[in-house]
């Protein structure tokens, strides 16, 4: 498979659930106390993309491959005028699905504003999406179609109707808890997931997240109109369509810091009044909570070659529809796709592989 390292995104990956996907963090319930909940995490992200295509070409011939999402579809729109759906940038403020206003940085007030330049204080909606078709002059919004369904998973005692219990006296690696709430997503069957790549997969039939689900996946190359708009130049004033993760492998920022410390003198003296060693002047930003966000992976203890890696340490993420103000005009002048690579935190391969702050300018 060729490799690429312009992330050029090329095509539309289609993922159609063929039933239920996995919706959960993984966490496990105890015998003695079925109260909880599994961790939701849907929809899957981008490493879960590339994931399949490790497994279906290897992965050493996927590592210059750029991917970016989640984001999700109308099968049919998609299909026919490649039309999906993105984050909504969170300077919309939204109720019934329709967009009432749109707030604009006020520099010389320090504060965001609408239309009538006030400060709405009314409740709108959280977890809209926006058709990509109106990035440019946006009015509607969509709300997530998919709908959680929670799944009990018991083992049972071979000889009893009732869940395995853990024996004191057993200290061997079966002895463990036996239920686990599986919080499985159902998708109406004229949508699905869709995920940006700068390769093409084959149709077919994969394996899809936790649990075992199959997924019906396919690809469509993306127009003109689309290419255009993930090249267009960013000036001062973007939006993530995907989450971010700033900083370095342990700490995590809100925007992209130098890693190297190397040259860290040297970039103070060029500029002496740059904060933490940041890349980016941040006039405002407008986002919400961070979310959790892992993708390190550990070594086992003891663990003999060539065997799988375990997920490691956690990070939190920039959401999805942050948007950022800089301070001066044209201050980056490049699209994502022209990011350098060096702000990316680097776990084995650069984050900006799995399509990390992915923007789109305001």
Not at 15 to 41: I, K, Q
């Amino acid at each position: 498979m060729a490799t690429q390292k312009d992330p050029k995104f090329q095509y539309l990956i289609l993922v159609e659930p063929l039933g239920l996907l996995y919706g959960s963090a993984g966490r496990f319930l105890s015998p003695d106390n079925l109260v909880g909940r599994s961790g939701t995490s849907f929809p899957p992200s981008a490493a879960t993309v590339s994931g399949i295509f490790a497994a279906a070409y290897g992965n050493d011939a996927i590592q210059d491959l750029f991917f970016a999402g989640p984001f999700w579809g109308k099968t049919e729109e998609v299909k026919s005028n490649l039309n999906f759906y993105v984050p909504t940038p969170l300077i919309y403020l939204v109720k019934n699905e329709k967009i009432r206003h749109k707030l604009s940085w006020n520099s010389e007030n320090q504060g965001w504003f609408d239309e009538n330049n006030k400060a709405p204080s009314d409740k709108f909606d959280g977890g809209t999406w926006l058709a990509i078709a109106n990035w440019a002059n946006p009015t509607q919004v969509e709300k997530s179609p998919w709908k959680p369904s929670l799944h009990l998973h018991p083992r049972l005692e071979e000889d009893e109707r009732r869940v395995v219990r853990k024996k004191e006296t057993d200290n061997s690696e079966d002895n463990q808890g036996s239920l686990f709430l599986e919080n499985a997503m159902q998708m109406p069957a004229d949508t699905c997931l869709v995920y940006l790549s700068t390769h093409k997969l084959e149709p077919g039939w994969y394996r899809f997240g936790g649990e075992g689900h199959l997924v019906d996946i396919s690809a469509i190359e993306l127009n003109e109109e689309h290419q255009n708009l993930f090249s267009t130049k960013i000036e001062n004033k973007f939006a993530l369509i995907t989450p971010a993760v700033w900083g370095s492998n342990r700490l995590s920022y809100r925007e992209p810091i130098r890693l190297d410390k190397k040259n860290k003198e040297k970039y103070q003296q060029e500029d002496p009044d740059s904060n933490n060693n940041f890349i980016w002047k941040v006039d405002s930003l407008y986002t919400g909570r961070p979310i959790p966000f892992r993708y390190r992976l550990g070594e086992r203890k003891n663990a003999a070659p060539n065997e799988p890696k375990l997920l490691s340490r956690g990070r939190y993420a920039v959401p999805a529809g942050t948007v950022y103000v800089l301070k001066e005009p044209h201050t980056l002048d490049k699209s994502w796709q022209e990011w350098d690579e060096s702000w990316f935190p680097q776990e084995g391969p650069s984050l900006k592989r799995w399509g990390c702050g992915l923007a789109l300018p305001l």
